[in-house]
């Protein structure tokens, strides 16, 4: 059954902005200057003959989404700029109506994996475009569509996420896992997203794996534009209580140094939080473990900060079922560049992952399902 809120897709316009880092920002083995910023202008048409514009934009990430040793970073830059023009064709001739997380699906479940295995098959054989730099291009789309239906049902989008605008619940898109007694049957996302947000959270603060931390960092060749350059400098102007410290992954020496180092410098200056980020490059669990021990032995405090660890495995779950169970045992651990939809992390959740950071730039249609799965 339809309803008057359903719409259709009703023309699009793809941008792409160019963006300069301020510094090069490094994580895992790739260091960004510059980048791609992807921009949707998406219009929608109610059956009514109503019509309103979204707009969605992501970042295309070439270094976390693509990582290469064979491809330049411009290389790969072009590639998914490409790609995204063929989305732009594609969502532009998909012919489906309803709610975004309707259509959305239906796109990312018909569509997308077609038009990724094309694509590549067009490429005579150089480096694939990954799965997960196919969802983000994806994402600028998907965003959008969300932010039309919202402004031409005069509605914040959020509030569109249950049984008044949807015409289907969660079962058809979820399947339960086997150990919970939840039934998606009459679920919405809207039962699972926080019913009242607060109205401040704490902001993470990335710091890169080449960023300086204190002045015995300090080259002169950085930039003097009056902001701060090192970690210390940011800790004090903007009061930073939570940090996301980006690791290598390959030299567990460099990775503890670091760790110890950042949190030397930070905890006595108001910062309550740490997160280790190794960005998909470690092979084992021992690695990790061997990292988070040492840390409990000789720098309990430090160790007391470290919130959670992020994303240390290659993130094709599928192809990587490694058991984490040993490093969730010390502290949680969430899936991220693996999290690309709720069948991901009903995986991840068997080998012992214990959260997500789910992320709207690998679509907003994929992050509310996924959101509402790791919920139930």
Known sequence: MSKKSDVRLDGIELYFLKKINRIPYKLGKGTTTHGTVARVKMRVRRADGCTAEGWGEVTLGVT?????????????????KEFCRRLAAA????????HPIEIGHKFLQSQLPELQNGF????????????????????????????????????????????????DDLSAFLVPAKDTV??????????????????????????????PLDSSDLTGALPDDG?????????ERDGLRCLKVKLLGV??????????????????????????????????????????????????????????????????LPENRIDV???????????DESAHSWKMVRLGRGLGWTGVALKTCKTQTGALLALSWAGA
């Open 325 to 335: 169970h040993s490093i969730s045992a010390r502290k949680p651990l969430f899936l």
């Open 120 to 167: 590549n098959a067009e490429r005579n054989g150089e480096e694939p475009l990954p799965w997960l730099a196919a969802l983000v291009c994806c994402a600028a789309f998907d965003l959008a569509l969300h932010d039309a239906y919202g402004v031409v049902n005069h509605t914040p989008i959020y509030r569109t996420y249950n049984g008044g605008f949807m015409n």
């Open 227 to 235: 902001y701060p350059v090192t970690l210390e400098e940011w800790v």
């Open 64 to 80: 976390w989404t693509w990582p290469s040793e064979r491809l330049t970073f411009d290389v790969r830059d072009r590639v998914l």
């Open 182 to 211: 939840v039934c998606f049957e009459g679920k919405y996302p809207e039962d699972f997203i926080v019913k009242s947000p607060p109205d401040k959270i704490p902001a993470w603060h990335a710091v890169g794996a080449s960023d």
């Open 251 to 316: 030299d567990a020496k460099w990775d503890y140094d670091r760790l110890v180092k950042v949190g030397n410098i930070t905890m006595g200056k108001g910062v309550d939080w740490m997160s280790a980020d190794f960005n998909c490059m470690v092979k084992a669990p021992e690695y990790v473990n061997d990292i988070l021990d040492r840390l409990f032995v000789e720098h309990p405090r430090i160790y007391g900060m470290m919130l959670y660890v992020e994303q240390p495995f290659p993130y094709a």
């Open 91 to 98: 969502w532009s001739a998909f012919d489906a109506a309803g």
